[in-house]
């Protein structure tokens, strides 16, 4: 997991009231693998509220960068992304969390510094802030509800960062489950015809009259999958069916 | 926004200690748009806190569902998916919460009812909890601090959802099968007990050594998600097993 591309993605909190909530997005990124955190005219930190939301991630915010302001924070980074709720009036390039969390790793890939800015609770980012930055983030929210907390946005970036690192790392060689042996079509044809000879002793499959009953069976099992396991379980109960079914004929 | 989709979705809390993270969650949702709740041997509720957490969503908490235990919970749900952070000794079907999402919206289209269980703070699901799941959603988080808030991942998990609810509103997404009705929770409980009770009479199970055999029946066929068909079928099989299974003894 503690790939290098974690390295480039800082989480910068702009004028953050609430000292919980920069505990808590701490913990969101850690949760996440993401730990670089910047805070900007922070109002009320180091704060113990802030230590307790973070409940195990205190040590991004002891190594949390601490600016004046947005500007001076930003300095270094190549890509600067803002998260946003409110529909401006100049129209930034607008980004889904997903196409700004690709755009992310592209950029990080390159050795570039990445910025994901999230402002104030109450008023977010001033249009001078905004203007730093390069596209702005609107995550997919109700309309009639969108107030998500800060730790919850920061929550739903970190999780698209990691999930797309994840997801690219599994594409150039996934690892397959080999802890199972499947069953295979001789262990399944074995078991559908011991399937068979069991419902006609007890009595429940007339082969006269068979309607499409093995041919339903057969797609349900086909759809499980069933591995070795199973497959013995299942044969172990036929049989112990059909030793009873023959004892009283 | 308000899609009909968004009816079919119910998000499960079991055992939460905490009142806050169920305002938490409870807002987490509301932001996404989804409303309907279900609280499952809550410790404290309605609380205060809660309603505070909740800031804003407390019309969520208003109409919630409360309920004893999770299987009653659960009855009328045919496609129920539980958050793990856990590994377990017997694997279950998971799911990233972008596959989870996408076979709930699927299943959501169709009319079924969809449950996304989320565990107690400290100690998850039961085995036997589990065992009423179809499969398990893993959020991929940071293996050295996978400790997500609970109202974080009820956020991750809502916002998969609205997020592909939007992008196939986007486009014009294709109509799956809508033939089959899927058995519900009550149904593969009267299963279950139907289907143990047939070993026991044939003398394969017996529940002074019950080893891990039901609970691997259980993930086989809730594995394979059976529909009402297939549900009578395998009903009218285990109950001619045992009608001549008894009129032997």
Redesign the interface.
Known sequence: ??NELFNHIHIVLVGTTHPGNIG?AA??M????LHRLELVATHVFPSAEATARA???DDILASAGRHESLDTALAEFTLVLATSGRARNIDWPVY???QAMALAIEQAGLGNRIAVVFGRESSGLSNAELELCHGVIR???????????L??AV??LS?EF??QV?QQQESTGPVP?S??TPADVAHMDRFYRELQA??E????YDPEKPRL?MR??KR??N??R?DR??YN?LM??LT??R???R??S
Request: aromatic share 6%; charged share 25%; with cysteine.
């Open positions: 997991m503690q808590a913990r969101a850690k949760t996440m693998g409940s195990g991630a889904s969390p997903e995550i997919p929210a109700n309309p009639d509800f969108p107030s998500l907390n730790a919850a929550q739903i999780y990691c999930k994840r489950d802890r199972v069991c419902m002793e007890v009595g429940y009953l339903r069976l349900l099992f759809r499980a069933l396991n199973e379980i172990g109960v112990a069916a030793k009873m079914a004892r009283d």
